[in-house]
């Protein structure tokens, strides 16, 4: 891994190849989490080593705890920016479509925020010194830093909670990296994600609800980030990162402890109601794991 762009990315930028909420938070961390939280404690599993090629194996990580992001003071949606605006980018099928809008209307539920869909920007408006062939796979790709700072930041909306792209092109961020799928920034509320990695979504029900998974696991990720959380060092945790899509599949869509604080403290969101509305969503498009873990996680606070 190139140490320039390593610094850079601890700096503010972090590229989402799927990991801190601390890298090992100890009694007096976690005993100053939420009542709420404190009680979901048992249902998490801690991060075991990493696997060879693992985000963890390959990418070494501060971590955050709940505490530390506290004492951070976070970009969190306040005032007039209450707005999630998601910014498709590119060209997409209707069943493309279909993803974008149940994504929109997953991330309402996850932040309890208002979520709202622009009008297409076309991919043209990249330029050419802002695209490549890959070396070796031959996939057309464009510079996500490029998205970040050319298209999104002179864009932002006056209320935007988050300003985030969403496009059907494979992204890289430069320097020595073959893709990410997708990339935020800490303070500056713009991100960008892809649906290219994701699958077919044309290929039969299962293959769309996977889909959407995989979609919407990026999506709240990269909000995550937005709100200045840091990659989860800590549990198994959707703030956790990976380095393909075999471990971003193994990444949960519920938020650790810590991290489902952290989101506690940015968005002040209803906890029971947003597990019964989560587990809800998960029923309706049959990812019956997802939907499990809410329904318990609702029980174990009531």
Known sequence: MDKTLLQTLLAGWLVMSFAGCGEAADTAE???????MKKLLPLHN?????????????????????????????????????TIYIQPLGEFTKTQRKIVDLTAEFMGIYYELPVKIREDFPLDMIPDEARRTHPSWGDKQILSTYVLDKVLVPRLPDDA???IALTSSDLWPGGGWNFVFGQASLGRRVGVWSIYRNGDPEAGDAAFRLCLLRTVKTAVHETGHMFSMNHCTLYRCLMGGSNSQDESDRQPLALCPHCLGKLLHATKVDVPGRFERLAAFCNKYGWTDEAAFFEKSLETIR
């Open 161 to 163: 909670a988050v300003y």
């Open 30 to 36: 976690e005993s100053q989490l939420p009542p709420e």
């Open 46 to 82: 801690k991060l075991g080593k990493p696997k060879a090629g693992d985000w963890l194996a390959e990418h070494e990580e501060p971590g955050q705890s709940y505490a530390q992001y506290l004492r951070s003071w976070p970009t969190v949606p306040e005032g007039r920016r209450r």
